[in-house]
């Protein structure tokens, strides 16, 4: 049988400090930013948030993405001999003290017997996975002192097949799910469930606070609880809608540019969801063309070379008892669009007829020669295709929401907690409105502009295939 599972995409050291009095874990995260090329040329560049892990005794050691729209906790195994599992650290189940290989189910799997896999499909790429029940933890390396870690049992998933895209393109070798349990195959395969159960952290909640690559700040996970001092406001708390999915959703009340409210989600069934997998702002199609045209702004208005500067309209997404409001310095890319220039419209989320969803980055433009000298700069927008249960009126509330916005997860009410971030584009917004003036950001504080990323994984039905495993060879690898 093949238990298949849709997932749509989506530095770096994690220190794990705990707080005596709160018991709360500071898991500093640092953005990974890949150039896109074209023509020789970098018009964009990718961008992750990942950190690293502990997995088994003695301690192997990975990077993973930190990511609220999976469920699953997935490193590559040792066995796997894809060019991606090549390029990055392999798990060795026999080097391991406390690893054992299972079942679905939980079941031991002995040596040469029939074990589960499941294929994994992403954006751009799958994983075809075995089942192991291993120990994961969050590593604590503070001032070049090694802390004893923070373990929790849990059973993870071990990729024997990887595709190139996108595990050749980053440097983060697998995924750590925050997602609610109803996205994990079953609730042992929830790390954090595993984790408020069994670790002395503090509450059963999580937050980001996440800054730009240039910032004295760090951008940080935070397990146990959140930290205030990160916001410059009091957190408004929203119920997450269809918690059975396993998503971080809420429920759209309404979308307005410029203050007018758009027609699409009068009826009632939009929604959003905040994944800290995703890059851009994914919008459902195909109403992205319409917020795309009313976002765009011509270069021959422009006072500055950056569109982030841009006069444009702000963009508000209102939920149960809040305004999420973006600024053109949020969702605008960097640099304008020639006319004849168009970003693919085979690009963003696609999931029909249960395919595998397949994604053309941002960063992929068609032109042809002698393009015309009028430019456009451009929201970060994506289209969104899914269909029910998840779709079809889906938003995917990324990056440009999750910097402007520090959120919180809260575990056992199932809501998300959002306030202003106390980072240095919003310390900046707020001094500008007050002062009723635009202030320009220098060159050296400029955030470089990303191509979309999207790690969300989707409902799909399951099913179990067996394959025989043979105890694989112990091999030294460089962590």
């Known amino acids: 049988m093949n238990f298949q599972i849709l997932l749509l995409l989506s530095q770096a050291g994690l220190l794990a400090i705990a707080s005596p009095s709160t018991n709360l874990l500071r898991v500093p995260l640092q953005r990974e930013l890949v ?13 992750s948030f990942s950190g690293t892990v502990s997995v088994g005794s ?38 391991s003290s406390t690893g054992t290989a299972v ?21 751009t790429g799958e994983v075809l996975g075995e089942f192991a029940q291993e120990e994961v933890c969050l590593s604590s390396n503070s001032s070049g002192k090694e802390d004893t870690p923070e373990c929790v049992g849990v059973r993870i998933v071990t990729a024997v097949e990887m595709s190139e895209q996108p595990f050749s393109t980053f440097s983060f070798d697998g995924i750590l799910g925050l997602g609610l349990t109803g996205l994990s195959f079953s609730p042992e395969f929830s790390f954090f469930e595993a984790w408020s159960s069994q670790s002395a ?53 309404a979308v307005r540019v410029r203050g007018v409210e758009l027609d699409f989600c009068r009826s009632g069934d939009c929604r959003g969801v905040f994944d800290t997998g995703t890059s851009h702002i ?82 992929r433009l068609r032109g042809e020669a002698g393009e015309s000298k009028e430019r456009f700069c451009r ?6 295709k899914l269909p029910e249960p998840l779709g079809p009126k889906l938003f995917l509330l990324g990056e440009p929401f999750l910097q402007r916005y520090y959120s919180v997860f809260d575990w056992d009410s199932q809501q998300i907690g959002l306030g202003l971030a106390a980072n240095r584009r919003n310390v900046n917004l707020k001094k500008a409105e ?4 635009k202030e320009k950001t220098s060159e050296d504080q400029k955030p470089k502009q990303v191509d979309e990323i999207i790690l969300l994984q989707m409902p799909k039905k399951a099913t179990i295939k067996k394959t025989v495993i043979e105890e694989p060879e112990v091999c030294e690898e460089k962590i």
């Open 379 to 384: 929201p970060r927008l994506m289209p969104v």
């Open 35 to 47: 150039p896109v090329q074209r023509n020789g040329k970098v018009v964009s560049h990718k961008l």
């Open 201 to 253: 952290a503090g509450r059963r909640q999580f937050a980001f606070f996440l800054t730009e690559q240039d910032e004295a700040s760090t951008s940080e996970l935070l397990v146990g609880g959140h930290d205030e001092a990160q916001t410059l406001e009091s957190l408004s708390w929203v119920q997450v809608t269809k918690p059975e999915m396993g998503y971080w959703q809420l429920e759209i009340k």
């Open 103 to 123: 079942n679905a189910d939980g079941s031991k799997v002995k040596s040469l017997e029939l074990a589960d896999q499941l294929t994994i499909g992403f954006g």
């Open 282 to 363: 994914g919008v459902p199609a195909p109403f992205d063309k319409e917020i795309l045209q009313l976002l765009t702004f011509p270069e021959a208005e422009l006072t500055s070379d950056d569109c982030r500067l841009a006069p444009a309209p702000d963009l508000e997404i209102e939920v149960p008892g809040l305004n999420l409001t973006l600024t053109p310095g949020h969702y605008m890319r960097e640099k304008p669009l020639a006319k004849d220039i168009r970003l693919s419209e085979s690009g963003g989320v696609l999931a029909e007829s249960g395919d595998t969803a397949r994604r053309t980055p941002l960063g």
């Open 434 to 437: 007050d002062k009723r003036q």
């Open 58 to 95: 003695p301690p192997q050691k990975f990077r993973t993405v930190m990511d609220t729209g999976s469920g699953h906790v997935i490193i590559p195994s040792g066995r796997c001999q894809s060019k991606a599992c090549l390029s990055h650290r392999r798990y060795n189940l026999s080097a």
